[in-house]
């Protein structure tokens, strides 16, 4: 006797943060990065609150998914890239909620774009010419180098 076990999905609904009922008490299933490449998920993860239930804890509760706290980790993914020099990234985020369920996916999408480089570094003294030699040592010292991401 052979038997077949069928597996049916729930549709899914792509939906932005305006589009879940703030009535509704919602639950985080997942939350995935995507696009990430100067910097890892595990480092992002740790930059905003929305978190998962760990996969080996499946007896515990899963956390409750904020919508406002969501959109906030949106902004503050943005921020961390500005603040790394990457002024350009693009950060991006898709919520899938399974039909009659209060489950929500959350991907978020990154498009890191290139760093702004520092071109150059100019030191200059206009009211005491005699400390413009110094200004070469001193350069080494500065935290900003030519070719560094600003």
Known sequence: MVVFLVLVATPVHALHVEDLDPEKKWETAKVEIEGNQHFST??????IVTTTRSWYALWRARPQFDPVAF?????RLKSFYRAQ???EAQVTYELEVEKDSQLVTARISI?????????QVVLTVTDEP?????LETLRSKLPLAEGSIF
């Open 42 to 47: 595990a480092q992002l993860r740790g930059e």
């Open 130 to 134: 005699t400390f413009t030699a110094s």
């Open 111 to 119: 498009d890191e774009g290139e760093p702004v480089l520092v071109s």
């Open 71 to 75: 959109k906030t980790d949106i902004e």
């Open 85 to 87: 020099g990457y002024y």
